[in-house]
């Protein structure tokens, strides 16, 4: 039963249907031992109508889970860049890629935030090490606006350019 109910809520999200999988969620939460996906299920439905708070309050809970914790480090920060909580952000990225050394999306993340708070030289580290694991990443370069304060340096254009 919680399988089944999880991938239902699972299906509604993936429809863009967060509301409804709220109201489904209070069923997941009833049945014994399913809280943990319950509440990963919630922190994904409250991250997408924009209740940055909410999740970050379920995303404490989580991490008494056995869960992915580079997930919850995405997502934590992913929430407190949103409550205009860029430390925390930052911190949450530092988390991930002392854990996790080859997360291109952590390194890209944390340089997005870094330069957003204004530490360029990091941010452009970050960012050139995230497309060196993942070269992908380069194509996000010309458009990620977080990266606005690093358009003007010489080695932001060589990377856009590489």
Excluded at 29 to 50: D, E, K, Q, S, W
Excluded at 106 to 123: D, K, M, Q, T
């Amino acid at each position: 039963a919680v399988q089944r109910t999880a991938l239902e809520i699972e299906g509604w999200l993936d429809l863009g249907c967060a509301e409804h999988a709220l109201q489904k969620l209070e069923a997941l939460f009833a049945l014994p031992g399913a809280r943990p996906a319950a509440l990963i299920l919630r922190v994904r439905a409250l991250v997408a109508l924009g209740d940055f708070r909410a999740a970050l309050l379920d995303l404490e809970e989580v991490q008494d889970f056995d869960h992915d914790p580079d997930w919850r480090d995405l997502t934590e920060a992913w929430c407190r860049k949103r409550i205009d909580d860029l430390p925390g952000a930052v911190q949450c990225m530092e988390r991930l890629v002392a854990r996790t050394h080859h997360s291109a999306i952590g390194h890209f993340n944390l340089g997005c935030y870094l330069a957003l708070r204004g530490e360029s030289s990091r941010a452009l580290d970050e960012v050139s090490l995230a497309c060196g694991l993942d070269p992908s990443f380069r194509a996000m370069l010309a458009d990620e606006s977080d990266l606005e304060s690093l358009r003007h340096l010489p080695e932001f254009r060589a990377l856009l350019d590489s």
